[in-house]
């Protein structure tokens, strides 16, 4: 079973900046792609980014520019930069593979306001 734990997130001003991490705990990891993906209190969690076993990345038009993904094989570990910061960024933030899933962790909540 893979375990999943993400940190990094906070409060921000819009415009701000924070940056997310994301660690699994096996070795499996380096053989998927992985999703950083959000939820809005009230919506559906959905995915924002991704990163590809070689590095190639993914975004949501919201985000594209912004964000910044990447993946570190050797420590099994994803990051989320996120730029430029606006409210409507505010959620809880969760990384997972992009394709199927493990079991989701408790993610984290990130929370842009003036």
């Known amino acids: 079973q893979v375990q999943i734990v993400e940190v990094g997130g906070g409060w921000a001003q819009p415009g701000g900046s924070l940056r997310l991490s994301c660690e699994a705990s096996?070795?499996?990891?380096?053989?998927?792609?992985m999703g950083w993906y959000r939820q809005a209190p009230g919506k559906q969690r959905v995915l924002v980014a991704s990163?590809?076993?070689?590095?190639?990345?993914d975004y949501v038009d919201s985000v594209k520019g912004r964000f910044t993904i990447s993946r570190d094989n050797a420590k099994n570990t994803v990051d989320l930069q996120m730029n430029s910061l606006k409210p409507e960024d505010t959620a809880v933030y969760y990384c997972?593979?992009?394709?199927?899933?493990?079991?989701w962790g408790q993610g984290t909540q990130v929370t842009v306001s003036s």
């Open positions: 096996r070795g499996t990891f380096n053989s998927v792609t």
């Open positions: 997972n593979r992009k394709y199927g899933s493990w079991a």
């Open positions: 990163v590809t076993t070689a590095g190639a990345t």
